[in-house]
């Protein structure tokens, strides 16, 4: 599995050693085939709803059934796709330092963790399709097993492919380690069911925090990671069946709110491909980039534009990078200098709609979407404004020699030459918080004008870079929303013990009220960020603490960005932070020397998350 994924603001790490794959290829290029046409039948369906609904005024009474069958499937088949292409996103830090024989044995033993989670699984998906097939889908009339049964056929394919990898990739000495490793974690915990009975609620640190941190630490995908830790809870000190994890696997990942969370990624993937992003960051460069500090200004403003077309930061970061570095170092700016911009920039940009994360947070705790892309907007231009300042405060020695001022022919020229992509984040954020849309058709229509204008204006796309596309577009959906699955499996098993009420009742009694918990919010956020990336955190956390911030008397907008930008200042801190080191592989920098510089940015965000704490203006101001 790969160190580091995709857009949920992750890229494969170049420590990683290419691996020969499973030797399916006959098997998965089909699948891919057949994910790229559900991905498009998907957008095409949610086009087709929007001419219906707002030009026809005949709303199709069945899209949404259609669109839940066609997500679930997309999901799960990318899922698949994921696991062949090694996209699925783990923690890698404790393989990456040990020696090359001790990294392959913890290599197999992560993916026979993987293959075991699959395994015991499976029957269960299998139960739970059997039981769902009877029940009709009111307004297709058909049954509801033909949307189930892409869980157990994707739990199926998975477990197949991890097996094939498990036998091209690992030597047979290390295979039979990892089983026999796995078995008798298996049988001890087997043998301990007594004591955990005995434990109580104590049982929950041993069984789904202990599990998730040991698989976590031999780099096993943090997707896998939840699902284990909740099927040995289950298993091993509940009488329920696993069946339950496989229902809230469905409700986490397959959640029609989250239909435009794989749109939003084709989106990203078309401005890459056609350089949308890239016409953005010359009109800025012609703009500012003959004042000192400028490109830096010039980065930061890309990223705050860019990220309102892609809601990814690793999109973002890899789109402004290669266009601004090279002008950056002959000004004297140092490469570590510039990576810690970048990736604190990547920090302030993640509230930026269509942020991913914003969309997952308006699923998982009920707030609404319109009023998070609202705040995300202003919040990031305040972390903006605040990294502005660092950055001038940093560039007193700049060297400016040779540099002029851009004539207002050349501004002029590059300003209409951006305005078509200009235009899309502010189309984007405005049609969902005026209401006139929601973020699922927006994102549709944002795609086919992205494909439109960027093949048109900015790159010629084929056939081929269109199918290219729709496939990395399912595998990183499967990768995505794999994890939100996993991990809200793991958030109902915290429910279902009581934990939800023992945090709450101890949130409750802390002195200082409702300031008090948003530092402690910010604190926990901040420390999950290190360790996960956002997605699972914000699964995990937001059904527990969002309830808690309302007795308190906190606006759900404000607490979810003290949440969102606590968990990114994490993701991007040193040593740990998974963002960090995605940052230091686009710029090309070794971590040891980011890492001397990036303090100094994170510092002052840090400053600004503590204003977004003291003053809830700064996110409620505009609602």
Request: charged share 10%.
């Amino acid at each position: 599995m790969s160190d580091i994924a995709s857009s949920a603001g992750l890229v494969p790490g170049a420590a990683t050693p290419p691996r020969a794959g499973s030797g399916l290829g006959f098997l998965l290029r089909p699948l891919e085939a057949v994910a790229a046409a559900l991905l498009v039948g998907l957008i095409g369906l949610v086009l087709v709803a929007v001419f219906c609904r707002y030009v026809l005024a005949a709303p199709i009474t069945a899209a949404d059934e259609i669109a839940s069958l066609l997500f679930l499937w997309v999901v799960m088949l990318g899922a698949v796709i994921a696991i062949e292409r090694n996209e699925h996103l783990r923690l890698a830090l404790v393989p990456n330092r040990v020696g090359p024989r001790a990294r392959a044995r913890l290599e197999a033993l992560g993916l026979m963790v993987v293959a075991a989670f699959l395994a015991g699984l499976l029957p269960s998906a299998i139960e739970h399709w059997w039981f769902e097939k009877d029940i009709t889908a009111p307004a297709l009339d058909i049954s509801v097993g033909w949307r189930m049964a892409g869980l157990p056929l994707g739990v199926g394919l998975m477990l197949l492919v991890v097996v094939a990898k498990l036998w091209r990739e690992s030597r047979r000495d290390d295979l039979l380690l990892a089983l026999g490793l796995v078995l008798a974690a298996g049988g001890a915990l087997w043998l301990a069911e007594p004591v955990f009975a005995a434990l109580g609620k104590g049982n929950i640190l041993v069984l789904l925090a202990g599990v998730i941190a040991g698989c976590l630490a031999i780099g096993v995908p943090i997707a896998f990671c939840f699902g284990m830790g909740s099927l040995c809870f289950l298993a091993f000190s509940t009488r329920l069946p696993l069946t339950v994890i496989v229902g809230r696997m469905d409700e986490g990942m397959s959640s029609l709110i989250l239909l435009s969370v794989p749109i939003f990624v084709m989106l990203g993937c078309v401005l890459d491909s056609t350089g949308m992003g890239k016409a953005i960051v010359s009109f800025l460069g012609a703009l500012l980039g003959h004042v000192r500090a400028g490109m830096s200004y010039v980065m930061l403003g890309s990223l705050y534009l860019v990220s309102g077309i892609s809601g990814s930061k690793v999109s973002d970061m890899a789109t402004v990078a290669p266009a601004l570095f090279p002008e950056m170092k002959r000004r004297g700016n140092k490469p570590e200098e510039m990576v810690a911009l970048l990736g604190t920039g990547a920090i302030m940009a993640d509230t930026v709609p269509p942020s991913i994360v914003l969309i997952v947070i308006g699923s998982v705790a009920g707030v609404s979407i319109a009023a998070l892309f609202s705040s995300g907007f202003v919040v990031a231009m305040f972390l903006l404004l605040i990294l502005a300042a660092a950055a001038r405060w940093k560039a007193s020695r700049e060297d400016m020699t040779g540099v002029r001022r851009a004539s207002a022919a050349v501004m002029g020229k590059a300003f209409v030459f951006a305005i078509p992509a200009l235009v899309l984040p502010f189309v984007v954020r405005s049609a969902v918080t005026e209401g006139v849309a929601t973020a699922t058709e927006v994102s549709a229509i944002a795609v086919l004008y992205a494909l439109v204008i960027g093949s048109t204006l900015y790159g010629r796309l084929g056939p081929r870079d269109i199918y290219r596309m729709l496939v990395e577009t399912a595998a990183m959906t499967g990768a995505i929303l794999l994890i939100l699955g996993t991990a809200a499996a793991g958030a109902w098993v915290l429910t279902q013990t009581g934990f939800a009420q023992t945090l709450s009742g101890f949130m409750r009694g802390l002195p200082g009220g409702w300031m008090v918990y948003l530092v402690v919010t910010a604190v926990v956020f901040l420390s999950l960020g290190c360790l996960l990336e956002g997605l699972p955190a914000i699964v995990l956390l937001a059904p527990l603490m969002f309830p808690i911030a309302a007795q308190l008397g906190i606006h759900p907008v404000h607490y979810a960005m003290v949440a969102v930008v606590s968990m990114n200042i994490g993701m991007f801190a040193p040593p740990v932070g998974i963002g960090f080191y995605i940052a230091c592989s686009i710029g090309k920098v070794e971590p040891d020397a980011a890492m001397k510089t990036i303090w100094f940015y994170l510092g002052a965000l840090v400053l600004g998350l503590l204003a977004i704490i003291l003053f809830p203006a700064i996110s409620t101001a505009v609602l």
